[in-house]
């Protein structure tokens, strides 16, 4: 089978556009020829690589998948508002470069979001003679409605309504969680042309050690309550620093944000505001030191807005949180990754504008009363069992490989 991908967002870049990557490799690695529509890389800090500069169309051979990129107007995500133009750009630069590939596709593979993939991919399958399907990572512009981030709006509405007519256009959708698949059956998708492939997790997460991070950052035998990821919009944060300001008086408790993002700026004037000492960013930090990152944790947060549409998301970063060993505790009340989490060994769970459950909950995995230790090791193996990015992405090809 010959399949064109089309994305945004594709490594070298960061984040959960790496599943994609991994997937389409596994495709190539049975026999499938591979092809991936993308852009120039710059996400998420706006930055474009020496090797892609001055350039608005190039390929390139990643493991067996070839890479078509295309100029887009380079965008952080301190930039919601040029992010939204860059994505419009992609949308013109790919279909002006369209017709530098084949003439042919037997399937187009379009990821979402942003909305203007689905466009691109539903385009192209006509162009191509394709079939067409889209994959679901984030409902937009709900997902977008819901945490704040656009307001309702006839731009909105008109957003929604050309989405909702691909859904019906595609040939199949795949989607990353089952609350996403379930609302695509309830807005009018045949059932049957759905599947669920969630993301999973790679081995070196599973298999990770700490890599001597602890000793590189001068955190040496610290309780670390860490969060690793985006600092963005989406995930209420402030709870984070609020429970570090009380427990501020326990020195051997140390909190760490890695990452980047919107709200990084905010979170370091709240930590200056209140003369925390107890509070560490370390910014970006290359992918592959990730898993020793979270190795070095004791415990890993994580936490969303508990708006509707939050109830349906399964952050992907969650598998790589789970195979690192480490107890996590989840700011919301309900939703499907507290399911996932309740299933692989037990969820713990604090109301996300409640900083004083998070300090307990922290509290009781330092003292022990909760066991923390046994309670990763159960995370670990869940993942080891059911979650490994190779089993899903045998799941995704059974499922295309049959339209």
Same mark, same amino acid.
């Given at each position: 089978?010959?399949?064109?991908?089309?994305?945004?967002?594709?490594?070298?870049?960061r984040? &959960?556009?790496?599943?994609?990557?991994?997937? &389409?490799?596994?495709?190539?690695?049975?026999?499938?020829?591979?092809?991936?529509?993308?852009?120039?890389?710059?996400?998420?800090?706006?930055?474009?690589?020496?090797? $892609?500069?001055?350039?608005?169309?190039?390929?390139?051979?990643?493991?067996?998948?070839?890479?078509?990129?295309?100029?887009?107007?380079?965008?952080?995500?301190?930039?919601?508002?040029?992010?939204?133009?860059?994505?419009?750009?992609?949308?013109?630069s790919?279909?002006?470069?369209?017709?530098?590939?084949?003439?042919?596709?037997?399937?187009?593979?379009?990821?979402?979001?942003?909305?203007?993939?689905?466009?691109?991919?539903?385009?192209?399958?006509?162009?191509?003679?394709?079939?067409?399907?889209i994959? /679901?990572?984030?409902?937009?512009?709900?997902?977008?409605?819901?945490?704040?981030?656009?307001?309702? =709006?006839?731009?909105?509405?008109?957003?929604?309504k050309?989405?909702?007519?691909?859904?019906?256009?595609?040939?199949?959708?795949?989607?990353?969680?089952?609350?996403?698949?379930?609302?695509?059956a309830?807005?009018?998708?045949?059932?049957?042309?759905?599947?669920?492939?969630?993301?999973?997790?790679?081995?070196?997460?599973?298999? =990770?050690?700490?890599?001597?991070?602890?000793?590189?950052?001068?955190?040496?035998?610290?309780?670390?309550?860490?969060?690793?990821?985006?600092?963005?919009?989406?995930?209420?944060?402030?709870?984070?620093?609020?429970?570090?300001?009380?427990?501020?008086?326990?020195?051997?408790?140390?909190?760490?944000?890695v990452?980047?993002?919107?709200?990084k700026?905010?979170?370091?004037?709240?930590?200056?505001?209140?003369?925390?000492k107890?509070?560490?960013?370390?910014?970006?930090?290359?992918?592959?030191?990730?898993?020793?990152?979270?190795?070095?944790?004791?415990?890993?947060?994580e936490?969303?807005?508990? /708006?509707?549409?939050?109830?349906?998301?399964?952050?992907?970063?969650?598998?790589? $949180?789970?195979?690192?060993?480490?107890?996590?505790?989840?700011?919301?009340?309900?939703?499907?990754?507290?399911?996932?989490?309740?299933?692989?060994g037990?969820a713990?769970? $604090?109301?996300?504008?409640?900083?004083?459950?998070? &300090?307990?909950?922290?509290?009781?995995?330092?003292?022990?009363?909760?066991?923390?230790?046994?309670?990763?090791?159960?995370?670990?193996?869940? /993942?080891?069992?059911?979650?490994?990015r190779?089993?899903?992405?045998?799941? $995704?090809?059974?499922?295309?490989?049959?339209?």
């Open positions: 089978m010959d399949i064109l991908i089309v994305t945004q967002y594709f490594p070298p870049e984040g &959960a556009v790496r599943r994609l990557y991994e997937f &389409a490799r596994f495709f190539a690695g049975q026999g499938h020829k591979v092809s991936v529509m993308t852009a120039i890389p710059n996400y998420p800090d706006g930055i474009v690589p020496p090797e $892609y500069r001055g350039k608005f169309f190039c390929e390139e051979e990643m493991e067996g998948v070839r890479v078509y990129r295309n100029w887009v107007l380079p965008a952080s995500n301190n930039k919601p508002g040029r992010r939204m133009i860059g994505f419009v750009t992609f949308l013109i790919s279909l002006l470069n369209s017709f530098r590939l084949k003439s042919r596709y037997d399937l187009v593979l379009a990821s979402t979001p942003p909305v203007t993939s689905p466009v691109i991919g539903w385009l192209l399958s006509k162009l191509k003679r394709g079939k067409f399907v994959e /679901v990572r984030d409902l937009q512009p709900e997902s977008s409605e819901d945490f704040g981030n656009l307001k309702q =709006s006839l731009f909105t509405r008109l957003i929604r050309i989405i909702h007519s691909l859904y019906r256009k595609a040939d199949r959708i795949v989607s990353v969680t089952d609350g996403i698949s379930g609302y695509l309830d807005i009018g998708v045949a059932p049957e042309r759905i599947a669920t492939v969630k993301s999973g997790v790679s081995d070196e997460f599973i298999n =990770s050690n700490s890599n001597g991070i602890r000793k590189k950052f001068g955190w040496g035998d610290k309780f670390l309550v860490l969060y690793s990821g985006t600092l963005g919009w989406v995930r209420p944060l402030e709870t984070v620093v609020e429970a570090a300001r009380q427990l501020a008086d326990q020195p051997d408790i140390h909190f760490v944000f990452g980047d993002g919107q709200k700026t905010a979170l370091e004037n709240m930590v200056r505001d209140y003369g925390l107890n509070v560490s960013f370390t910014g970006l930090q290359p992918l592959e030191d990730i898993p020793y990152f979270l190795k070095a944790g004791d415990v890993l947060i936490s969303l807005k508990e /708006v509707p549409v939050a109830k349906m998301a399964f952050p992907s970063k969650m598998y790589e $949180y789970m195979a690192s060993g480490r107890p996590i505790i989840f700011g919301a009340r309900q939703g499907e990754a507290l399911k996932e989490l309740e299933i692989a037990g713990l769970a $604090y109301p996300s504008d409640s900083p004083e459950k998070l &300090a307990e909950l922290i509290m009781k995995l330092r003292t022990g009363q909760i066991d923390g230790k046994k309670l990763g090791e159960r995370y670990n193996r869940h /993942v080891a069992e059911h979650h490994t190779e089993k899903w992405a045998r799941k $995704y090809l059974d499922f295309i490989e049959n339209i």
